[in-house]
């Protein structure tokens, strides 16, 4: 049996981009599958009493990330600038990617994540996502109608209570099969290696 790791993602969050780049070839080297479940970061963070992101909250946070990104995406050879707005609304790419089978909700999510971070796209356009799932070779119109039916609405809404229940708080953050969660980005490793140590 395959062994799986959960990566729990938010379209608008800076770090989940290089995480999401990399989850799959990192996480193969261990013989370990990614299982990408996209949820809605900004639910959580209205339930902190934050209405925005809280690297906006605060701004030398703020500038901080800004300037980590670049060091980040430029160690990992990939091309980064801010997007505007930030954060960007990423509703209706997550209820794109809630509608898809898991291989092909990797790769829609690293195209939506480069077409906000490295190409100045704006995530929450509809043609965007639809020329998105083409492509990544998916017929645009079916999934479109499948993520915006009130079935893929509500898997999403519960996917996102799912995340609060497991006690994630920020994105990226990665869950191993004994339900520990390592948070962030730079803690794939520490996941992977903790799969590869744990006790069965």
Known sequence: MTRTIEFWYEFASTYSYPAAMRADRAAAEHGVQVVWRPFLLGVI??????????????????????????????????????PSPFPQNGLNAARVAMALPNDARGAFSRAVYEGQFA???????????????????????????????DANK???????????????????????????????????????????????
């Open 154 to 200: 509500t898997a999403l809404r519960d996917q996102t209570a799912q995340a609060q229940t497991l006690g994630i708080f920020g994105a990226p953050t990665w869950r191993t099969p004994d339900g520990e969660l390592f948070w962030g980005n730079d803690r794939l490793q520490d996941a992977l290696d903790w799969m590869d140590t744990a006790p069965a």
């Open 45 to 82: 963070f209205r339930d902190m009493g934050w209405t925005t992101s809280p690297f906006n909250e605060h701004p030398a946070k703020g500038a901080y990330m800004w300037r980590d990104m670049e060091r980040i995406c430029a160690k990992q050879g990939l091309d980064f600038g801010r």
């Open 119 to 149: 190409q100045g796209r704006d995530i929450s356009d509809p043609q965007f996502l639809m020329d998105a799932l083409a492509q990544i070779g998916q017929d645009a119109s079916a999934v479109w109608d499948t993520a915006m039916s």
